[in-house]
């Protein structure tokens, strides 16, 4: 393990960072047009009106890609009409039409907000799965993901399965909470560059009875976070608004069991395993970082991240950050727009119920970027089994296996994980 912490503080800063040299800030995106781009199949629907002003780069192209998506499918239909009468199959097959659509957390009503919430809370209330003398802090179903995931961390991150895993990983989550705890709705996200000027403002954030509870308590006197590490301080954030236990809303007593890893704020208690997965109760903290949400996630990074990255691996490269070079990218931004523990640690992360909903945009971010050139990107793949090929390991492939421990969920292919209207998935993004 003592290994594995070492590659971790390769990912990510530990506690105590120094104020850093001055490092040059990143330069600014450039300039982007806001002009669609060409779909793959331009159809009818591609010169609609035009768009209001105030819409989003990003969700424009997530409806450029959808209608791509639906022109796909539909040149996919006619080309297999005279294959014979639609058999019983048929009827359950995912379609446009009847697959689930995850939509962003402000779209959602009260009492849909609410039934999620009290769904997350059930999760946490149920007995774990997982065998305690495996993982003696997961005390619950929450848990069981948390586990999964601490144990997996250095072989799902910079790696080639990053974006089907954490997409199978947040599908699951969505299913417990749907099968084990009675919801009735579907994951929503978190559409980053719409709240990125304040996270505070948003309605999952603002601290209110709707919202997953806001910022933690304000704590004086940190230090900036060097990431990936005090001694390569490629990119330096100061500390946020918050920095301790959450102040109000539905989630202010919510427990952390498990981690932390790789901690990034002082004074958290350490696990009583070096693995993480002992038994570590304490509060939930948080320290929303404008730093982070405007200076990683506003709309013309999520733009240019999805318009300039036509192969895979620059794609998932790009998303996750390249340290060494100062630039965090959407991933790791969003991680640090929440921040603090478990937050800010790479390892214990969805210890934080936030975390679901930033990976649900990442996956709306995959989403996305696939169906802008469904034909290509579909099954497009790169990057190998270990965190940015360090060691030097062999290329991922279509062939290898999503497997989630006792979140307890079959393993499956990552040819299977691909599409989101195929294999154990059905839904869609608005
Ligand atoms: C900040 O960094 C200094 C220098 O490394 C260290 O002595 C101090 O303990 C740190 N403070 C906190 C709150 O982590
Ligand atoms: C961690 O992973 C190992 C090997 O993949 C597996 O045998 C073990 O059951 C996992 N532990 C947990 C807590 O999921
Ligand atoms: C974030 O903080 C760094 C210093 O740590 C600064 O250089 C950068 O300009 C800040 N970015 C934003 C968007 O505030
Ligand atoms: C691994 O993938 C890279 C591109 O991502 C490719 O250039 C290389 O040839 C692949 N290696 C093997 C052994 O297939
Ligand atoms: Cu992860």
């Known amino acids: 393990m003592k290994a594995s912490i070492v590659a971790a503080a390769a990912l990510l800063s530990s506690v105590g960072a120094a104020p850093p040299p001055p490092h040059p800030p990143p330069p600014p995106p450039p300039v982007l047009s806001l002009r ?9 629907l591609a010169s609609g009106p035009p768009q209001a002003e105030s819409q989003l780069g990003t969700d ?57 919430i009290a769904a997350v809370q059930c999760l946490a209330e149920k007995p774990s799965k997982t065998p305690s003398e495996l ?26 399965n990053f974006l089907t895993w954490h997409r199978y990983f947040t599908w699951a989550y969505e299913q417990a909470l749907r099968n084990e705890c009675g919801y009735k709705g579907y994951q929503p996200y978190y559409n980053w560059p719409k709240w990125a000027e304040d996270p505070r403002k948003s309605p999952l954030f603002d601290g209110s009875d709707t919202s997953i509870s ?10 900036n976070t060097c990431i990936p590490s005090p001694d390569a301080c490629g990119i330096s954030l100061p500390p946020g608004n918050g920095g301790g236990c959450l102040k109000s809303g539905p989630f202010k007593d919510f427990k952390v069991n498990l981690g932390p890893v790789v901690p990034v704020s002082a004074n958290i208690p350490p696990n009583p395993q070096p ?16 730093n982070a949400s405007q200076g990683w996630t506003r709309d013309s990074s999520v733009v240019h991240l999805l318009k300039e990255n ?27 727009t929440i921040g603090a523990d ?18 649900a945009m990442i996956d709306r971010s995959y989403w996305t970027w696939q169906n802008l050139d469904v034909e290509n990107r579909m099954f497009a ?22 497997n989630l421990g006792f979140v307890g969920v079959p393993e499956v292919q990552i040819r299977d994980a691909v599409d989101t209207l195929a294999g154990p998935f059905c839904y869609v993004y608005a």
């Open 36 to 44: 669609l781009p060409t779909p793959s199949q331009p159809g009818p």
């Open 60 to 116: 424009e192209l997530a409806d450029v890609g959808l209608r791509n998506l639906r022109l796909f499918l539909d040149a996919q239909r006619v080309n297999t009409k005279n294959v014979g009468p639609p058999g019983p199959k048929d009827a359950k097959k995912c379609t446009l039409e009847n697959a689930a659509v995850r939509r962003e957390w402000s779209a959602l009503s009260e009492k849909e907000k609410k039934e999620y």
């Open 135 to 160: 993982a003696p802090g997961a005390k619950s179903r929450y848990d069981d993901f948390v586990a999964t995931h601490i144990n997996q961390t250095l072989s799902i991150h910079g790696t080639g």
């Open 214 to 223: 806001g910022d933690g308590e304000f704590i004086a006197g940190r230090n």
């Open 275 to 290: 693995d993480g997965l002992g038994y570590n109760p304490r509060c939930l903290s948080r320290d929303i970082s404008l």
């Open 310 to 336: 036509p192969v895979y691996l620059d794609f998932a490269t790009n998303m996750q950050g390249n340290f060494p070079e100062g630039f965090l990218g959407v991933h790791t931004g969003g991680h640090f």
């Open 342 to 359: 478990p937050g800010g640690d790479l390892f214990a992360s969805p210890g934080d119920p936030a975390f679901y909903f930033h990976h």
């Open 381 to 402: 793949l790169g990057g190998t089994l270990t965190v940015g090929n360090n060691p030097p390991s062999r290329n991922t492939t279509l062939d290898d296996v999503l």
